[in-house]
Nanobody
Framework: QVQLVESGGGLVQAGGSLRLSCAAS????????MGWYRQAPGKQRELVTD???????NYADSVKGRFTISRDNAKNTVYLQMNSLKPEDTAVYYC??????????????WGQGTQVTVSS
């Protein structure tokens, strides 16, 4: 059973920074991609950023230049460094991991989420 455990959320003032961590129960090299999604109240869950096993990254336009995804294979952990936070970044942030298989398709895993609240 794959487990993803997020940590690092909290309350921060606008302009501040937070770093989220996502610890996996197995080697993150096993995943084709890992990423962060967020869901604000009354809104759909949206992709914030992801990183492939090859190191390619992708960012939502709303966070480009402010957020950075990184990973530490030795610690089986993916990080999300969030700088210059805005009130509109307030959401529950979820870690996501994907294993792609040629015959059975994608296996998608989610963490339990961590709350990020940015005050104005």
């Amino acid at each position: 059973q794959v487990q993803l455990v997020e940590s690092g959320g909290g309350l921060v003032q606008a302009g501040g920074s937070l770093r989220l961590s996502c610890a996996a129960s197995l080697s993150i090299s096993s995943f084709n991609a890992m990423g962060w999604y967020r869901q604000a109240p009354g809104k759909q869950r949206e992709l914030v950023t992801d990183i492939t096993s090859g190191g390619s990254t992708n960012y939502a336009d709303s966070v480009k230049g402010r957020f950075t995804i990184s990973r530490d294979n030795a610690k089986n952990t993916v990080y999300l460094q969030m700088n210059s936070l805005k009130p509109e970044d307030t959401a529950v942030y979820y870690c996501n991991a994907r294993i792609r298989t040629p015959l059975r398709g994608d296996f998608i895993y989610w963490g339990q989420g961590t709350q990020v609240t940015v005050s104005s």
